[in-house]
């Protein structure tokens, strides 16, 4: 594919746009089982949130790792962000009307989107730059747009994705790159452009604020962080004591497949990492503590779940599969069927499984997915408290056929109304 740079003529991308020095830089994709948590922990990425010249007015400039720092004089109009938690972050900060392109669509859950009132989101308006797959470069030449707002690495994180002469020639020839890619601890074959260094990560909010500045809406950002923090502050407040805490377990939404189960860590070694927050947040205890040896998943069947015996199972990424036919999954030709019903058919029917206490106690609930920016996150915080305790926090309602839910207001624990408007800048 690098030999394919030079049939390109155009000049460098947009003559405004001024970049600056990277920083520095790269694992497998998430969702992967078996990835690696071990290697030494990186310090928090910085990111520029003062730049002078944008105080003044004058340019619109933030700095992430890996990508370093961009400069507009008014803020990017076209924007090309990269699965949920681009698409998450660009509703949330009410840029979405700037996107007209996303890398890769796959796996974008508008349920949460659906969720927030009169929120207006239709990504089948919005293009693709991975139409098979994996990206199509001539298409980033196609799309011509001012921001790749994704961390480069995760384009070559893919099987037969970009190597790094393409993600030189995009930069050099379309966008910059601006982004990174913290939702779960990083592989030993994670790349490392431009720097070929391990690069920090960055977590939700630091995310948030850092594309706000770009922007110009730090206003929304910072609203943003206050209704998270007094989610969390409020949930944390109620919390039973650690000993009173149910134990829980991961395993995946897909059902056992020749007996292995895989059962994902809720923790990530990882503090900024933000595709499982919600767990950390509320500070659960895993059934599984002990078992993953350095990694964030750990293969085990029916009897290792029974040793285990969580008081709770969260089947991960049940969201995501919620609505898909197991026939689409499994040599199966009930199309009537769903992934996640077939699952929970599987641990409520196995002579082991059956036996697990979350099984008894009727405490099989579908879980959540690891693809998420703020506004998932708020609805995500919220499902998992009233599971967990609906003693304290009220019953959760389970999924309606859309896959949203439906709380009385006065049961809600954060304000849908207040999403909206901050949203729409009214703060």
Request: a negative charge; hydrophobic letters at 35%; one cysteine or more.
């Amino acid at each position: 594919m690098a030999d394919d740079a030079t049939e390109h003529e155009a000049p460098t991308r947009r003559e405004y746009v001024k970049y600056g020095g990277a920083l520095v830089g790269g694992g497998l994709l998430a969702g992967c089982v078996g990835q690696t948590e071990s290697g030494n922990q990186s310090e928090p990425a910085a990111t520029n949130t003062s730049d002078e010249s944008e105080e003044k007015g004058e340019s619109y400039s933030a700095t992430i790792e890996p990508t370093g720092r961009v400069e507009f004089d008014e803020p990017p109009e076209s924007v090309v962000p990269a699965l949920q938690f681009g698409a998450d972050l660009m509703v949330a900060l009410g840029q979405w009307d700037r996107v007209e392109w996303m890398a890769f669509r796959r796996n974008v859950d508008e349920t949460f989107f659906r969720m927030v009132p009169e929120l207006s989101f239709d990504l089948d308006e919005v293009e693709t730059l991975s139409p098979e797959g994996t990206l199509d470069k001539e298409l980033f030449y196609s799309a011509d747009p001012d921001l790749l707002a994704f961390d480069p690495n995760l384009s070559m994180a893919y099987e037969n994705g970009f190597d790094v002469d393409d993600v030189q020639e995009v930069q050099d020839n379309v966008a910059p790159w601006f982004g990174n890619h913290s939702r779960r601890k990083r592989g030993d074959s994670w790349y490392q452009w431009p720097e070929e260094e391990e690069y920090g990560y960055v977590g939700m909010y630091d995310q948030v604020e850092t594309y706000a500045q770009l922007f110009g809406v730090k206003d929304r950002a910072a609203a943003l962080r206050e209704l998270h923090d007094e989610l969390i502050e409020s949930v944390r407040a109620d919390l039973p004591s650690e000993s009173d805490r149910p134990t829980i377990a991961l395993p995946h939404a897909l059902a056992p497949r020749d007996g292995e189960i895989w059962v994902y860590n809720p923790i990530s070694s990882i503090p900024e990492a933000y595709g499982k927050k919600q767990y950390r947040d509320l500070n659960v205890r895993d059934a599984f503590s002990g078992w993953y040896e350095g990694e964030s998943s750990v293969t085990t069947d029916a009897e290792g779940m029974l040793e285990a015996d969580p008081d709770v199972i969260f089947l991960h990424f049940g969201v995501t599969f919620y609505n898909d036919s197991a026939s689409e999954w499994y040599d199966s030709s009930d199309e009537d069927t769903t992934v996640v019903e077939r699952t929970m058919e599987t641990y409520r029917s196995d002579a082991v499984l059956s036996e697990l206490t979350a099984v008894q106690n009727d405490r099989l609930y579908v879980g959540h997915t690891g693809q998420q920016g703020p506004l998932t996150n708020l609805f995500q915080t919220e499902m998992l408290a009233k599971q967990l305790y609906p003693d304290i926090y009220g019953e959760f309602p389970g999924l309606d056929d859309d896959g949203t839910w439906e709380i009385p207001e006065a049961e809600r624990l954060f304000d849908r109304q207040r999403v909206a408007d901050i949203i729409d800048g009214d703060i």
